[in-house]
Nanobody, 125 residues
Framework: QVQLVESGGGLVQAGGSLRLSCAVSGASGSTFSINAMGWYRQAPGKQRELVAVITSGGITHYADSVKGRFTISRDNAKNTVYLQMNSLKPEDTSVYYC????????????????WGQGTQVTVSS
């Protein structure tokens, strides 16, 4: 089973910044390979939506609502993905979930579509 461990959520005022991290538990170095990693969010009463995604080659994609404010990055050696969130708005308040697609160990697939437990981000006005 693939476990994704998230950290970095919290309470911040509008205009502030937070940095989320997500690591694949137990993954180290070249034994693991992960195709795409990304962040999604889900606010109460709303569907889960894509925030940002990054491929193993560093290609990124952002939701229009966060372009220019959020930056996704990853450290392939640590199998960790980050989300730097700047100029936060109250509407960014959500539970943020980390996602990893096609996780392999020594080339064998161990996770097709893996999710973290979620971390709460609350932006006060």
């Amino acid at each position: 089973q693939v476990q994704l461990v998230e950290s970095g959520g919290g309470l911040v005022q509008a205009g502030g910044s937070l940095r989320l991290s997500c690591a694949v538990s137990g993954a180290s170095g070249s034994t693991f390979s992960i195709n795409a990693m990304g962040w999604y969010r889900q606010a109460p009463g709303k569907q889960r939506e894509l925030v940002a995604v990054i491929t193993s080659g560093g290609i990124t994609h952002y939701a229009d609502s966060v372009k220019g404010r959020f930056t996704i990055s990853r450290d392939n050696a640590k199998n960790t993905v980050y989300l730097q969130m700047n100029s936060l708005k109250p509407e960014d308040t959500s539970v943020y979930y980390c996602n990893a697609k096609d996780v392999r160990v020594f080339g064998f697939r161990v996770g097709d579509d893996s999710w973290g437990q979620g971390t709460q981000v609350t932006v006060s006005s």
